[in-house]
């Protein structure tokens, strides 16, 4: 047994999904939306038995290991490092030396980074800044569980990190230090950023005294950009799940006050709109999404930016209007009830009439006009009826506008181009699903003696390797090249037979030869026209062949 299938072996597979997609039992398996794609129909299934979890709309997934690769998108051998701590192995293999490098693994870099912050915010020579924490009305438990921290003493922070193997190159280009003498957010307090499973990829340093920027965030990385990474989701996730919603606001303070204030299913954006990647992290966990982004001027515009990447996404969607124009933060402190402003939401077109009202006159004809239009815009690209209809009355009784009238212009206003649909659940390659049936219900034998053409007659078709060498495989001449695929494979044809009678199977399944035997004569009939002169008396005789054959195996 390899180490990858000893970890594997450790791991249920169900676990580790069900953190990151909520599935529902199907049969002997389970099934839910894929994490990889946007889709309507379910096409994600895990399978216990098999210790598989598959996407057959986007191809992606496989075992435990290849799972968390590409869900968290880290290397194979950083899945299988984050597994075997889990499963209790211990890896002999020197990863880092196999690179031809000493450096310490990037996430273990940020996770002692995030620790000394921490550290360095409770020492004494510190004492102003943990008073100012405290003064921002953060309580001991907020300060704990976010992991806030302060950067007071970079050198050290260096000095510590090369202790752990790491080189000044390396150190440089992990993004936290400018120089070996400065870190990149020295005399600011430290929001430690982590990804969906928890691990620190990232900081947000906001400034204490009087500077600019007010906040300043780790640069881009292969583990971290924040169009992909949501504040304090992995906090926030189990309150999101259990409590049906997400609430979405801006940066780390206010998710921080939230979840401070018991809103734990809230999390944070980080200077961007909410994007289709943050959108795909939510909707692994919920379908309704509250919107809280500031009400100021670049506030509003996100908050625009951030319905447009919503709409048509399959997301009950809501905007919550703080008081004022006030952020959660200062809403919360003013002790304000931010409950009531989670029922008053309001759906993306009355944002869009609220909006309008701060710059038209909505008494005015002109006005109405500028309203109506940029409203119908935003429904023009709406493709559930359902819910242009009830925009459409909403928009009319707002505006004093009869329904007739703004049908008639939405008419006129210009559709945008279409953006590319996804392709939902994705059918398999034919010669892929023969292989199914053959593995998944040990049909290779039946296969072998049923088929009229030899292992020469296949080269040139697609999967033609694939194919080969998983018969080889069960011939005994050889192993299994992709074992993640053949079981990716029996589970697709599992679950289309799953109340089958084995009869039945075999019926499809001989459905399946001979339409296996039809594409391979094509496939001969198309390489013997290419191969000769059709005009020549040795194609005639190899023609004349070829039908005598497609007789006899009834295809003609």
Not at 482 to 501: C, F, G, H, P, Y
Request: glycine share 6%; proline share 3%; hydrophobic share 40%.
């Amino acid at each position: 047994m390899s180490i990858s299938q000893e970890i594997e072996a450790k791991i249920n597979i169900l676990e580790l999904v069900q953190r990151y997609v909520p599935l529902k039992k199907s049969g002997a398996n389970y099934k839910g939306l894929s994490p990889f794609v946007q889709e309507k129909t379910p096409s994600f299934m895990v399978s216990p038995a098999k210790n598989i979890a598959y996407c057959f709309s986007s191809r992606k997934g496989g075992g435990p290991i290849k799972f968390l690769a590409e869900i968290e998108k880290i290397e194979y051998r950083e899945a299988m490092q984050l597994l075997a701590k889990e499963a209790g192995i211990e890896l002999k293999t020197d990863f880092h030396k196999e690179r031809g490098s000493n450096q310490t693994d990037i996430f273990e870099a940020y996770k002692i980074a995030a620790n000394w912050y921490h550290e360095e915010l409770y020492k004494s020579e510190n004492s102003e800044k943990l008073a100012y924490a405290q003064r921002r009305g953060l309580t001991e438990a907020t300060l704990q569980n976010f992991q806030i921290g302060y950067s007071g003493d970079s050198r050290g922070l260096f000095a510590l990190l090369k202790s752990h193997g790491m080189s000044e190159k390396d150190i440089l280009e992990s993004g936290i230090f400018v120089s070996p003498n400065r870190d990149k957010f020295f005399g600011r307090l430290i929001f430690p950023i982590a990804n969906f499973t928890g691990h620190t990829v990232g900081f947000t340093g906001r400034i204490i005294d009087a500077g600019d920027p007010k906040y300043l965030n780790s640069p881009a990385s292969r583990i971290f950009n924040k169009s992909e990474i949501l504040y304090g989701l992995h906090l926030a996730k189990a309150s999101i799940m259990k409590l049906g919603y997400v609430i979405v606001v801006e940066g780390q303070m206010d998710t921080v006050k939230l979840h401070q204030a018991g809103f734990t299913n809230t999390v944070g954006i980080s200077g961007t709109a909410l994007t289709k990647e943050h959108i795909a992290l939510l909707r692994r966990l919920t379908t309704k999404i509250f919107l809280c982004l500031d009400m100021d001027k670049a506030g509003v515009n996100a908050t625009f930016s951030s319905l447009d990447s919503l709409l048509n996404e399959e997301v009950d969607c809501k905007v919550i209007q703080v008081e004022g124009g006030k952020d959660p933060d200062e809403f919360i402190e003013s002790g304000g009830n931010f409950t009531k402003l989670i029922e008053e939401a309001i759906s993306p077109v009355q944002f869009f009439i609220n909006a309008g009202k701060s710059r038209y006159d909505l008494d005015s004809v002109v006005g109405k006009t500028h309203v109506l239009r940029e409203a119908l815009k935003y429904v023009r690209r709406m493709t559930n009826r359902i819910e242009i209809d009830m925009s459409i009355k909403y928009l009319a009784r707002s505006l004093d506008i009869s329904e007739n009238v703004v049908y008639e212009e939405l008419k006129w206003v210009k559709a945008p181009p279409k953006k590319d649909e996804p392709t939902g659940m994705m059918s398999l390659d034919f010669w892929h699903t023969l292989i199914g049936y053959c593995s998944a219900y040990q049909l290779y034998d039946l296969f072998l003696a049923s088929i009229d053409y030899t292992d020469e007659h296949f080269e040139g078709i697609p999967s033609f390797d694939f194919i080969r060498s998983e018969i080889l495989a069960h011939l005994g001449q050889s192993e299994s090249t992709d074992i993640d695929s053949i079981k990716a494979l029996e589970l697709q044809v599992e679950a289309e037979n799953e109340w089958t009678q084995r009869d039945t199977i075999l019926l499809k399944f001989s459905e399946l030869v001979k339409r296996a035997q039809k594409l391979m004569y094509e496939h001969e009939k198309q390489a013997l026209a290419s191969s000769m002169d059709q005009n020549s008396i040795e194609y005639m005789q190899a023609h004349l062949s070829l039908i005598s054959k497609g007789k006899k195996l009834g295809i003609i």
